[in-house]
């Protein structure tokens, strides 16, 4: 995935717990989480046919990636007959070298970026960077990121860390115009964004985006936002491109009456969002490519239990109901995808073998609260759960498991067991020693009865 | 084997044998609205734009006053009685103008949205996005109760531009801030 992120290092755990101690971040956190919270319930709770939107959501996606292929294939053809251009790109490389070429061939040298967490997710910015083209991020919170050097860490409000203090800070000190007496206001700071923006909009030739739909029967793409930042890259320059991941598609048109409804109530939690722009190939003589992302996809397709995570819509309601979340942050997925939906699909797309990934399937309480939240029913734990016996796990975990297996598999072993276990209880350490202690440091082995509870029953039958 | 059919194939291997799946549409295909101006008016309300409720011979009038001194990018198709406009399509064109006035291709009450296809008296997307203030004209026979009614009146091959209100952003704090890059004040006035 993301090249930024590669570097990352740690586990899931180790990052939560340094995260943690920022009590600032903690803040910052829970009160974004609840506000946005709030919101959703407030808004969900106005549709009386929610969960029948609901289901219908979750039926359309699957059928999306039942038929995958069909769907790709249509969705081709529609935008070609429409004057687009269509382009594929199996992985992230792929797909930067398509962009990085298709910008190349307009000899413009700086492109503006709709907030995307496809093109996040390749590491785009870098690898333009690489051929020496500059890609501006436009969306607010993705600019306070790019301007402080930072990392995201919410699918919706990336720069959900940060405070008005912060992001003042970071205006004036990478902004070339900021304006004169820039207060910490929202509103002050909105409008040194829209200055800073402005002239760029007018004058850039060429624009990169994402979509939250594609709409195969039609070839039409849809891009939901909120500040008109998306507007400007879509409408005004003369080339776009737009990398979408091959999992966005909707068979129908009729279909995005479903998910207008399940959208932006999930994800800002209001009735609609203030802007959604629908084009299909190329409209007012601009030229247009898409370029259809696999980086990973269909391995994920592959897995019976693990594909439902492609449903996702990337609305980010789970993050904000999850407790983990709420006190670890995004960074410390390590990943563009954080909270529960990143616990399953970033070691899903990514594979399993660092020790990040692989803790990821950890980074939950099962609470299920996510499940609920999921406005396309994927069934999170459930992922998790899977996800966690696919782990490799370290071998003398591995060896205590066999031996435990062993054990709980046989009556009489476990009966034997068990009496050895209980003749020594005296012995048994309230703290285990050595590595053994990662358990009981946080929490309390069980006290060993006097008599398991198999042998009571014998006893008292026979009595 | 290129990408495309390698992805193709690698689709195929995966959801082969999967189960097939039907989709339920449960949900409501239109709301009972009594009062369907009052809602939208009510909604679009919500986002702070700002809503008048005209009757139709009024119309013209009302937005003379609306206009006042402003030069408006007034796209064509729209009656004759309206105010009359300044042409422009160049960005510099429309960065310099104050306004624009257009029409609309559907409304929905339930969300207080309004829908722009580029037709007649609704101008080129540009259009209703660089000037800074929009005046939009909604007829009451434009307007339907929910989405899904909004859907099937429009048409795909058309590039589409659904508003619920002005420009806005939440990203510092989660504080709401209207106005960002699109028109940051959205006026509209609904014809009974």
Same mark, same amino acid.
Do not use: C, Y
């Given at each position: 995935m993301s090249s930024t992120f590669l570097g990352m290092p740690g586990s899931f755990p180790k990052n939560a717990a340094k995260a943690v101690q920022n009590s600032q971040l903690r803040y910052n956190l829970r009160k974004a989480t609840h506000t946005i919270r709030g919101k959703r319930a407030n808004v969900v709770g106005e549709l009386p046919d929610w969960q029948e939107l609901r289901a219908a959501g979750k039926a359309i996606k699957d059928e999306t990636l039942r038929h995958l292929d069909r769907y790709l294939v249509q969705m081709e053809e529609a935008v070609t007959r429409a004057g687009g251009h269509v382009h594929w790109a199996r992985d992230a490389d792929e797909a930067n070298r398509i962009v990085g070429e298709l910008i190349k061939a307009t000899g413009e040298t700086e492109v503006v970026k709709v907030k995307s967490m496809a093109t996040q997710e390749i590491g785009l910015n870098e690898a333009l960077a690489a051929q020496g083209v500059t890609a501006y991020e436009t969306d607010l919170a993705e600019l306070i990121v790019q301007l402080g050097d930072d990392f995201p860490s919410h699918i919706l409000v990336p720069a959900i860390h940060r405070n008005r203090a912060e992001i003042r800070e970071i205006f004036l000190d990478k902004m070339e115009k900021v304006p004169e007496g820039l207060t910490d206001e929202p509103r002050a700071l909105a409008e040194a964004a829209r200055l800073h923006l402005r002239e760029r909009f007018l004058k850039s030739k060429v624009a990169i985006s994402g979509a939250n739909f594609m709409v195969a029967e039609t070839g039409t793409l849809v891009v939901l936002e909120s500040e008109g930042n998306g507007r400007m890259c879509l409408t005004l320059p003369e080339t776009l491109i737009s990398v979408v991941g091959i999992e966005k598609l909707l068979p129908a048109w009729r279909d995005l009456e479903v998910f207008l409804q399940l959208l932006p109530r999930s994800s800002t939690g209001e009735r609609m969002n203030p802007y959604t722009s629908m084009w299909t190939g190329s409209v007012e003589g601009q030229d247009f490519h898409l370029v259809l992302l696999d980086n990973g996809r269909t391995d994920v397709l592959a897995d019976e239990v693990g594909r439902q995570a492609l449903r996702c819509i990337r609305c980010s309601a789970c993050l904000n109901v999850c407790p983990v979340y709420e006190r670890a942050g995004g960074h410390a997925y390590g990943s563009v995808y954080p909270g529960p939906i990143g616990a399953i699909l970033t070691p899903q797309l990514r594979g399993m073998s660092s020790e990040l990934d692989a803790s990821l399937p950890y980074a939950s309480s099962l609470c299920g609260a996510c499940f609920e939240a999921c406005p396309v029913a994927i069934d999170i734990p459930e992922v998790l759960v899977?996800?966690?016996?696919?782990?490799?796990?370290?071998?003398?975990?591995?060896?205590?498991?066999?031996? /435990?297996?062993?054990?709980?598999?046989?009556?009489?072993?476990?009966?034997?067991?068990?009496?050895? /276990?209980?003749?020594?209880?005296?012995?048994?350490?309230?703290?285990?020693?050595?590595?053994?202690?990662?358990?009981?440091?946080?929490?309390?082995?069980?006290?060993?009865?006097?008599?398991?509870?198999?042998?009571?029953?014998?006893?008292?039958?026979?009595? | 084997m290129s990408a495309r059919e390698e992805i193709l194939a690698k689709v195929r291997r995966a959801v082969a044998g999967a189960p097939e799946t039907s989709v339920p549409r449960g949900y409501r295909m239109s709301n009972q609205v009594s009062d369907l101006v009052g809602l939208f008016a009510e909604r679009v309300d919500d986002y702070r734009a700002v809503v008048h409720v005209v009757p139709a011979a009024e119309v013209p009038g009302r937005l003379a006053e609306l206009v006042g001194e402003r030069r408006m990018i007034v796209p064509e198709g729209l009656p004759a009685d309206w105010p009359r406009g300044i042409g422009g399509t160049s960005v510099a064109e429309l960065d310099a103008a104050d306004g624009v006035l257009t029409g609309c291709a559907v409304a929905i009450a339930e969300t207080g949205t309004i829908v722009l296809d580029t037709g007649p008296g609704q101008g080129r997307r540009a259009q209703t996005l660089v000037p800074d203030y929009h005046l939009c004209v909604v007829r009451a026979d434009q307007i339907v109760s929910g989405v899904p009614e909004a859907v099937a009146r429009l048409d795909p091959a058309r590039p589409l531009t659904w508003i619920s209100g002005p420009s806005a952003t939440s990203d510092i704090e989660l504080n709401r801030v209207e106005g960002v890059h699109g028109p940051r004040t959205l006026e509209v006035v609904i014809s009974t």
């Open positions: 899977d996800l966690r016996a696919k782990v490799r796990h370290k071998p003398a975990e591995r060896a205590g498991m066999r031996v /435990a297996g062993w054990i709980l598999n046989d009556q009489v072993r476990l009966a034997k067991a068990q009496r050895l /276990a209980t003749r020594f209880r005296k012995l048994v350490p309230k703290r285990l020693p050595g590595p053994l202690s990662a358990w009981t440091d946080t929490r309390d082995l069980p006290d060993i009865p006097e008599e398991s509870f198999r042998d009571w029953w014998e006893r008292n039958e026979r009595a | -």
